[in-house]
């Protein structure tokens, strides 16, 4: 890990503390514990105050980027599952679409009383343009991953199942944002990481459901091809962000994988398995 990350990522451990207090409540179904979880709600959210003023600030940036500044229809909220666990499996079109799909995903209520619900997102450590930037991310719940020819590291898809075991998590399976206006065939990273969900005999699933989302029209506020150094600007100064532009987040229901999928050696199916959640996602 660069030094550059180190602080970064010793931010997001403890933004993984504040914003998953509330995740430690849940494992026991005694009714003292139930009571427990009513009469902790202040406390709760005192401690988890510093992230969810951090989140907060984030979703109002979407909001005003979307809502106000350009013209967001979110189709399919009713498909969002309750709890954590989830699997959120967005196409990318630009820089802000993580803005976009967790303006989409959350809500205040989340944010305050259910802050595990707020899925972590996965971002290309390239994209960190040095360790306060990653800070903030890491408090947004943006966690950095380091990418090479063959997709993400081992240790990356590990981390990937823990934040799985206390939250939600999104996995842009694209990669990286389309030039091409297309959505992109699904890496290999991510079908050997479900793969190995639902693989037989693997064990306790370390997610639940995997729920497709269709981003149309993120590059019309702001294309792939726009550099960093752009891009840094626009954080600090949204108005260099497009404006009056119609764009769709469209939720959908779990993926139906085939459960054969998951009987065969994945040098085999693999294939089958990127097909599957591109597929799901154009279908939207």
Known sequence: MGRKNRFSHFVGFLAEIYTNIDFHFKFSKSFWIKVLMIISWPLRVIINLPAQLVILANYFYGYYLFRIRNKLEIIGRENLPKGSGNLFLP???????????????????????????????????????????????????????????????????????????????????EGTRSRTKEIQTCKKDVARFIYENFRNGHGKKYFKQAIPVKLVGFDEIQPAEVDKTKIKKALLNPFRVGKGKKCQIIIGKPIEFDEKFFQEDFVLTHKQIEETIRQAVIDL
């Open 91 to 173: 196409n990318h079109q630009a820089w802000t679409d993580p803005w976009g799909v967790g303006y989409s995903l959350s809500n205040i209520i989340k944010i305050v009383f259910y802050p595990s619900w707020v899925p972590w997102t996965i971002a290309d450590e390239k994209n960190y343009f040095n360790q306060w930037f990653g800070a903030i991310m890491w408090l947004t719940k943006v966690i950095s991953v380091r990418r090479g020819v063959g997709g993400a590291d081992v240790d990356a898809k590990e981390r990937w199942k823990k934040y799985l075991g206390i939250g939600n998590l999104v996995l842009y399976f």
